[in-house]
Nanobody, 122 residues
Framework: QVQLVESGGGLEQAGGSLRLSCAAS????????WAWFRRAPGKEREFVASIIRSPGSTDYAGSVKDRFTISRDNAKDTVYLQMNSLKPEDTAVYYC???????????????WGQGTQVTVST
């Protein structure tokens, strides 16, 4: 089993920045891919970004590309999501996920955090 705990959410103004962290514990060596998803009010959970353990290849949703950066500190078993140039439409609960494959599908991620709220004001 792998446990994931997100932190770093909060309230930010449009144009500002936030950094989310996802600390992993347990059998982290069994995971290959890590990702961030988000669920906006009234919408389904959607893919944001993913990263694989090695060599660290990344993938981004078009709506966040060039604004968000996913990274991983293997020594700390922590994944980060640096969010810049925030927009009100980025408001959502952000979830960290881990699994055996780096895809954009929720079904390919076996482990999930509890989520952290990000609110972007105008």
């Amino acid at each position: 089993q792998v446990q994931l705990v997100e932190s770093g959410g909060g309230l930010e103004q449009a144009g500002g920045s936030l950094r989310l962290s996802c600390a992993a514990s347990g059998r982290t060596s069994s995971t290959y891919a890590w990702a961030w998803f988000r669920r906006a009010p009234g919408k389904e959970r959607e893919f944001v970004a993913s990263i694989i353990r090695s060599p660290g290849s990344t993938d981004y949703a078009g709506s966040v590309k060039d604004r968000f950066t996913i990274s991983r500190d293997n020594a700390k078993d922590t994944v980060y999501l640096q969010m810049n140039s925030l927009k009100p439409e980025d408001t959502a609960v952000y979830y960290c996920a881990a699994g055996p494959r780096a895809t954009r599908s929720l079904d390919d991620y076996y482990y999930w955090g509890q989520g952290t709220q990000v609110t972007v004001s105008t």
